[in-house]
C-alpha cells in the first residue's frame, strides 16, 4: 500500500530535519508519495531560500505565506490555511519537526481531522513554561499519533507524562543526519578564509531567543560580554531578523569594528563557518547539538536546555545571561584543549532511514475524519 505523507515546514531549524526524512522517502517511491508544505512562518531569503538550495530540498509544493504575528495569530493563521490542504490532499500520515509555531499549529490541524501525526524529535524538555518551544513541545507530543525521539531522555519525558510505549520510537537525530551528509561540501567552502580567520581562532555567536533578545537589559548584559571577549578572540555574528530588530543603535555601537556582524547564513557557509570555530556561543537548539557531534566547545545562554545529552555527552555548558559569567566562560573554552569527540547513541547519519521503517511499519488502514 503506497502511504501519503505531508510534511510540514515553517521555520529555518525544519528544513535540515525534514530534509533527510524526505530524501530517504524518495528512495522507496512504491510505498511513499510525499508533499512538502511551507506555512511561511520564515519568509526572508536567508531565512529560506538558502537553506532549499543547500540541502538538495525540493522546493515546496505549497506555500501558506502565514508570515509574521503574535503567537496566536500565527497559529490560527497557520490552522486556518494548512486545514483546507490536509482535507484536499488527504495524507495518510503528517510528519512534524521540532517545536516551532508550524510544528503545533499542524499538528492540532491533524487531531481534529484524525489524520495521524508522527513528530520527528519528540521528547524534549527544558521544563521552562516560558519558553514558546516548550509549549509547542508539550502539547505537539499529546497529540502525535508517533513519537520520534532523538535521545534516551526525551523517552523518559515521554514515559513520566504517560505516553504509551507503543507509540515511541527511539530514533536518533536527524539533524546530525543532515550535518554528516553535507559536512564534506561545507569544509570546501572558502568563507573561513575569505573573512580572514583562522581555524580555530575565533568565536562564533547566534542568538534569537525572546529572552535573552527582546528584553533590552538583557541583550546589552550579553553585547557587552561580547564585546569584551572580541578583545582577544574575534568574534563572528550572524544576526536572526528578530535580534537585528531589537538591536538599536546604542546597542549595536559598541559591537561595531569590534565584532563582525553579518546577515543569517546559508547552511553550508553556517557549518564551515562552526565546524572552524575556537568556541560556539549561542542559545539555539540545534546547533547545541551540531556543536557536540563536531566536538567544538559550546556556550548557551540559558538557565536550562532540552537537549541535556549536549551536556552530559557533548561539548556545551550553560552560562548565565551575565556579562561577567559570559566572559570568564569564554576565556576558559578558549583555553581548554578541545575535548575529544563525544557522539550520543544513534547520532549516527542513519536517524532518517529508522525514521521511514517507523512510518513504514504502521501502515495500517486509516479511517480519515476530514
Ligand atoms: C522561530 C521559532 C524558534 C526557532 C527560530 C529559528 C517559534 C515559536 N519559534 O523563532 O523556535 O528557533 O524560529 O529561526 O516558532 N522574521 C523576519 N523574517 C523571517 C522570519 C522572521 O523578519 O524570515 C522576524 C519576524 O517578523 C518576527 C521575528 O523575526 O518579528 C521572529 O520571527 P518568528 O518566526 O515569529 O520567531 P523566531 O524568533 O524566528
Known amino acids: 500500500m503506497r502511504q501519503r505523507i505531508l510534511h510540514v515546514i515553517g521555520a529555518r531549524p525544519n528544513y535540515m530535519k525534514t530534509a533527510p526524512v524526505m530524501a530517504e522517502m524518495s528512495r522507496r ?4 508519495e510525499q508533499l512538502l508544505v511551507h506555512t511561511g512562518q520564515h519568509y526572508d531569503f536567508e531565512m529560506s531560500e538558502f537553506f532549499f538550495r ?5 522546493i515546496p509544493d505549497r ?13 490560527a493563521h497557520i490552522m486556518l490555511a494548512f486545514e483546507p490542504v490536509v482535507r484536499e490532499w488527504r495524507p495518510d500520515w503528517v510528519v512534524v519537526v521540532g517545536d516551532v509555531n508550524s510544528t503545533v499549529a499542524s499538528a492540532l490541524v491533524c487531531a481534529k481531522l484524525g489524520v495521524r501525526v508522527a513528530h520527528v524529535e ?24 508517533l513519537l520520534l525521539t532523538p535521545s534516551r531522555d526525551a523517552d523518559a519525558n515521554l514515559h513520566r507524562e504517560g505516553v504509551d510505549q ?3 520510537e527511539f530514533v536518533g537525530n536527524v539533524m546530525i543526519d543532515t550535518l554528516v551528509q553535507h559536512l564534506d561540501k561545507a569544509r570546501a567552502r572558502p568563507i573561513v578564509s575569505r573573512m580572514g580567520l583562522k581555524a580555530a581562532g575565533y568565536a562564533l555567536v547566534t542568538l534569537h531567543r525572546p529572552s535573552n533578545v527582546d528584553d533590552p537589559g538583557a541583550l546589552r548584559e550579553v553585547v557587552e560580554g561580547l564585546c ?32 563582525t556582524l553579518l546577515d543569517p547564513l546559508g547552511y553550508l557557509d553556517f557549518i564551515s563557518l562552526l565546524d572552524s570555530a575556537r568556541l560556539v556561543i549561542t542559545d539555539s537548539g540545534g546547533l547545541q547539538e551540531e556543536s557536540t557531534y563536531l566536538g567544538v566547545p559550546c556556550l548557551t545562554v540559558r538557565p536550562n536546555t532540552e537537549r541535556p545529552i549536549t551536556i552530559t555527552c557533548g561539548t556545551n555548558r550553560l552560562v548565565p545571561r551575565e556579562r561577567d559569567a559570559l566572559v570568564a566562560a569564554a576565556s576558559l573554552a578558549a583555553e581548554e584543549p578541545r575535548a575529544s569527540r563525544a557522539v550520543p547513541e544513534l547520532w549516527d547519519g542513519s536517524a532518517a532511514l529508522r525514521v521511514v521503517r517507523a512510518i513504514a511499519g504502521r501502515a495500517l488502514p486509516w479511517k480519515h475524519s476530514c
Not at 543547500?54 to 525540493?58: F, S
Not at 572580541?230 to 549595536?252: C, M, Q, W, Y
Request: aromatic residues 2%; charged residues 25%; glycine residues 6%.
Open 29 to 32: 517511491p512504491a510505498e511513499f
Open 54 to 58: 543547500d540541502l538538495d530540498m525540493r
Open 63 to 75: 506555500l501558506l505565506n502565514v508570515g509574521s504575528g503574535s503567537h496566536a495569530e500565527q497559529t
Open 122 to 145: 519528540a521528547g524534549l524538555r527544558s521544563r521552562d513554561r516560558t519558553m514558546p518551544e516548550e509549549i509547542n513541545r508539550l502539547v505537539t507530543d499529546q497529540l502525535a499519533d
Open 166 to 168: 507503543a507509540k515511541i
Open 228 to 259: 569584551l571577549i572580541a578583545g582577544s578572540l574575534p568574534v563572528v555574528f550572524p544576526v536572526h531578523p528578530r535580534t537585528r530588530k531589537n538591536i538599536d543603535e546604542d546597542t549595536l555601537s559598541p559591537l561595531s569594528g569590534r565584532v
